[in-house]
């Protein structure tokens, strides 16, 4: 039988003689239904496609968020004439290290390193020994440099090492697309559970609101504002979530308009149950699903108008890791292809990925599949 388990039970009925089979009447295999949410998991682990995008995915998140560990111009662990430092943690002046200076110490200075290889020192650098904002003043080659030894994908035209940029842009534009992505599948599951629940002039208002407030020129809008205002990644959020919205809540409205007419939610207004319960506990959960396939391309839709606003220069503060900035950089120097190259290849990568999860996630939880 599709979707269920077989349980056998040895457990012996207190009373019987002797080991046998049970005799207090219940069959002695119990049939145990397998949860819709199970099914859904299990039909997503058969799309192997997806499975592995989610896995890779999810990896590449969690390397991004420890960055600094893997790309770093700070030693993580210092050990100098007996004493151990922290450098990933803390600012110490050239002068701990026999430097002649109460500035910050430049780890990249030939001097600082001579003096941490000597005798009984070491230091313990990040695989890349680079960060986001580093510039290494004395490197050989002029910028922007093709890929070496010690820069694994080259530099900008800023002498910022380009692997470092990448690792730390990938994480600003996960993290955006999450925060928006967040914003707007709360604001677009009101809206929409509001239309389609109370439907009539309720959802009459709404959706004429909708229209024209879809109407509104974003991009415009995107440009006066950041003529205004100081770019920053918090305004930069708010203005994409009061338009991230509207696609989701028309999802939520169908579903709450096919949902209300059920005979369990008319039975629970018989039964005086409030707005916000009927809501909440009985239409909400079940109508959830285009929700979480909304997901993974409402990520895609946010890093990609991040990278685009940061190629028009209306994304980011400047200084911030982009990849919209690197593209940028690698059209306006047409003979350093290692830019443009390495940063498409990030954000093809990307988008890939979350389009197959979306995909195996759609199929997951296609109603047409629920007994598979």
């Known amino acids: 039988m599709s979707g269920w388990t077989r349980v056998s039970s040895s457990t012996d009925v207190p009373g019987a003689s002797g080991p046998g089979p049970q005799r207090s009447g219940l069959p002695t295999d119990a049939a145990v239904s397998v949860s819709p949410g199970r099914r859904a998991w299990q039909r997503f682990r058969r799309n192997r496609l997806g499975y592995w995008s989610l896995l890779v995915f999810c990896v590449l998140v969690v390397l991004s968020l420890g960055a600094e560990l893997l790309s770093n111009d700070r030693p993580l662990l210092v050990r100098y004439e007996g004493k151990t430092y922290f450098p990933i943690v803390r600012d110490y002046p050239e002068t701990v290290f026999g430097g002649d200076f109460q500035t910050p110490t430049d780890y990249l200075d030939p001097f600082i390193r001579e003096r941490l290889a000597q005798p009984g020192n070491w230091a313990l650098y990040p695989p890349n020994p680079y960060g986001a904002r580093t510039i290494n003043y004395f490197a050989k080659s002029p910028n922007p440099a093709a890929p070496t030894r010690d820069n694994w994908l080259g530099t900008d ?61 974003e991009l415009y809008l995107l440009i006066i504002f950041s003529a205004i205002f100081a770019p920053s990644v918090a305004l930069l959020l708010v203005l994409l979530s009061l338009f991230g919205w509207m696609g989701l ?69 400047p200084g911030t890791p982009s990849l919209g900035e690197l593209l940028s950089q690698g059209k306006g120097s047409i003979d350093a292809w290692w830019i443009s190259l390495s940063t498409f290849a990030v954000l093809v990568v990307t988008l890939l990925l979350l389009t197959f999860m979306g995909d195996a996630l759609r199929d997951a939880l296609d109603p047409r599949k629920a007994h598979t």
Do not use: C
């Open 157 to 217: 035209d800023r002498g910022r090492d380009l692997l470092a940029q990448l690792i730390y842009g990938f994480r600003v534009s996960v993290l955006f697309a999450l925060a928006l992505t967040a914003v707007g599948v709360v604001l677009g599951v009101v809206t929409g559970a509001v239309q389609g629940y109370f439907g009539g002039r309720t959802d009459l208002a709404f959706q004429r609101f909708i229209e024209i407030w879809s109407s509104m020129p």
């Open 249 to 317: 809540s028309d999802y939520v409205r169908a579903e709450f308009l096919r949902n209300r007419q059920l005979d369990y939610v008319k039975a629970a207004r018989a039964l005086g149950v409030g707005h916000l319960d009927i809501i909440r506990r009985h239409i909400l959960p079940n109508s959830m699903t285009p929700v979480v396939t909304f997901l993974p391309f409402r990520m895609s839709a946010a890093i990609l108008a991040l990278t685009s606003l940061d190629f028009l220069g209306l994304g980011v503060p």
